[in-house]
């Protein structure tokens, strides 16, 4: 049966959805261009299975290098809240002893939880995605963004630069003669005497600018001063203008000129840029990890509060969609993303594995949620149902936007530049710059980056005809409510489809989780019906969808052929070194160890020890 034709007669739900799936993947496709507006090539986007749930207890307000963690005191509109007032002071203590037990020291809640979200973000976007033509998003298992990119920094090296012309030699002599003095070999040993005076006059002027600028703040603070600054300034501007012409008659020109020359000797830009990469990254491996003595590569989410469903300040996208569109559309026989993304997932079975394409799932009382390969979610229930989808007139909203990842230690221009190689590897060892030529392959170092993902958060789906799954929806919700009134300290419940799922905690004083609770509620997603028409709410943010960069074409040329040999030579002396260890080991294995139990055999004799003194 083809695609059209299973759409044509799935249920409302199925419809409305594909249709949502088709205006977000238009609107992230449509900002895959390059510099001349013609569409990327080089970038992908790709779809979760089942929504990856967002949750705030883990995200929310990380640590910055720049900041801490004072984003906690910025309400949404950018300002600081106000100062919570000031507790009263504690009566003041006698002895050094009493002080320590008055005012015990206790960690800092609000920079505990700051670090730990800034350890679960790094490490949610470190994930490596594997690159599909499918339109399916699937992590590569046991990969790492920032390892794989290590290894690439390890690995490079610049090719040689060639001398420079005799013209710009020249150049470069006179200039250091001019600057410095030099022994018979050409080695600098000092400043020449018309660079130490350069040096006293630059001090001078930059002296007597400061002098002025502080004697006018000065001035402006005092009403007295600052009524006769337009006269007195006169002696610090003097001052000023006389510092400028000494420097300039003293041969500062001709100095400032020679330094110039020889800041401009031409080098490997790709040997620049090598070392300032390694220099960035070991600056942003931080100690994210608490007391586990190990670092983590530092990153961030652009807009810093994506992880909060209830702020529209930096601007999110209202999805509307119905199940009349995608008859229509096909209809017309189109082919779109939905299309292909229901066609690849239609195949599939569900249970407790998570959502498929045409059915609905429910739980009550799970016990346990992870995160799959694919980052969506697994929930172990023994009462999980699952459903065909059989309803009509259905309706989804929600709202969504595109947060884009930030990895300061990545300095990704090096795999757009040549003039290096990896040492001991061919040309394209990093990536060959195509979808097709690494899709499924994982020969290459880093194929492509995660640069970002798509969140839906307040999803609403309302439809007529829920049958069995509106039943178990309600009976869900139900059991779940039941469990808050007794003396249980949590429940599970999850809902999901089609990449929107999640599930939720709530113990008896509070609620919190992945999809907090809204007015009404008290867990994270709600099914209520009136009549025929039901309507499921899921109140959380979840990713649906990641972005990723197809690295360019790197590195573009192979390493040089006695460099390759090398490295063969290296790793076989080193297994033969390995070899000769093991070889080493066996034979000491193998000697017969004397035993101090054994009697001597017939006929030996021993030397009686000495007596001791």
């Not at 979200?117 to 490596?128: C, K, P, Q």
């Not at 710009?168 to 040993?189: E, H, P, S, W």
């Not at 807009?303 to 009349?324: E, L």
């Not at 559309?329 to 066609?343: E, H, I, L, P, V």
Request: proline share 6%; net charge negative; glycine share 10%.
């Amino acid at each position: 049966m083809s695609v059209d034709s299973q759409l044509q007669v799935s249920g409302g739900v199925t419809q409305a959805l594909i249709d949502a799936l088709d205006q977000i993947h238009d609107s992230v496709t449509a900002r895959m261009v390059g510099p001349d507006g013609k569409p990327s090539g080089s970038a992908i986007y790709m779809h979760l299975p089942v929504g990856y749930p967002v949750d705030p207890t883990m995200y929310s307000f990380a640590w910055t290098p720049a900041g801490g963690a004072t984003s906690a005191a910025v309400s949404s509109d950018g300002r600081f809240a106000p100062a919570a007032p000031a507790a009263p002071a504690a009566p003041e203590a006698t002895t050094p002893a009493a002080a320590l037990a008055a005012t015990p020291p206790t960690p800092d809640p609000q920079l505990q939880h700051s670090l730990q979200a800034a350890a679960f973000t790094s490490n949610l976007v470190d994930e490596m995605l594997m690159i599909t033509k499918d339109g399916i998003a699937v992590s590569w298992p046991d990969r790492k963004v920032s390892f794989a990119y290590k290894s690439a920094l390890v690995g490079m090296q610049a090719e040689p630069v060639p001398p420079p012309s005799p013209e710009v030699q020249a150049r470069i002599d006179a200039a250091r003669k001019t600057l410095f003095t030099l022994d018979a070999d050409g080695n600098m040993t000092g400043y020449s005497r018309k660079h130490e005076i350069y040096n006293q006059n630059r001090k001078s002027y930059e002296d007597a600018v400061s002098a002025f600028a502080s004697a006018f703040a000065a001035a402006t603070a005092d009403p007295a001063q600052g009524q006769v600054w337009p006269v007195t300034s006169t002696k610090y501007k003097g001052a000023v203008d006389k510092a400028r012409a000494d420097l300039v008659a003293m041969g500062g020109q001709e100095v400032e000129d020679a330094i110039a020359t020889t800041q401009s000797i031409g080098g490997s830009a790709a040997a620049s840029f090598i070392a300032q990469a390694r220099t960035m990254f070991d600056s942003y491996q931080l100690g994210l990890a608490g007391a586990v003595a190990v670092n983590v590569p530092y990153s961030y989410i652009d807009p810093i509060s994506w992880w909060d469903r209830k702020n529209k300040d930096f601007g999110v996208v209202g999805v509307h969609s119905d199940s009349s569109s995608v008859s229509k559309a096909a209809a017309g026989g189109s082919k779109s993303f939905g299309r292909s993304y229901y066609d690849s997932s239609s195949s599939s079975t569900s249970g407790s594995v998570g959502y498929s394409i045409g059915f609905f799932g429910a739980s009550a009382d799970a016990s346990h949620s992870e995160s799959s390969a694919s980052s969506g979610m697994h929930t172990d229930s023994a009462t999980w149902s699952s459903f065909h989808d059989e309803t009509s007139n259905a309706t989804v909203d929600f709202e969504w936007f595109m947060a884009t990842i930030r990895r300061p230690w990545m300095l990704g221009d090096l795999f757009h530049m040549d003039g290096w190689h990896i040492v001991g590897k061919p040309k394209g060892c990093i990536s060959d710059g195509t979808v097709d030529g690494q899709s499924g392959k994982t020969d290459k170092m880093l194929p492509m980056v995660p640069k970002g993902f798509v969140v839906v958060r307040n999803v609403k789906i309302s439809a007529d005809n829920w049958g069995a799954a509106g039943d178990a929806f309600q009976k869900a919700v139900a059991d779940a409510s039941g469990n808050t009134s007794t003396s249980s300290t949590s429940f599970g419940g999850s809902a999901g489809y089609l990449g929107i799922g999640g599930s939720v905690q709530h113990s008896e004083d509070e609620s919190h989780g992945v999809f907090e609770s809204s007015s009404g509620s008290d867990y994270g997603w709600n099914f209520h019906a009136e009549g025929q028409r039901g309507t499921l709410e899921i109140h959380g943010s979840q990713i649906v969808g990641w972005v990723g960069e197809i690295t360019p074409p790197s590195p573009m040329v192979d390493a040089p052929k006695d460099e390759a040999k090398n490295e063969e030579a290296k790793n076989e002396e080193a297994k033969n070194e390995e070899a000769k260890k093991d070889e080493a080991k066996k034979d000491e294995n193998a000697k017969p160890k004397a035993d101090a139990t054994t009697p001597p055999p017939a006929g030996a004799t021993s030397t009686p020890s000495a007596p001791t003194a």
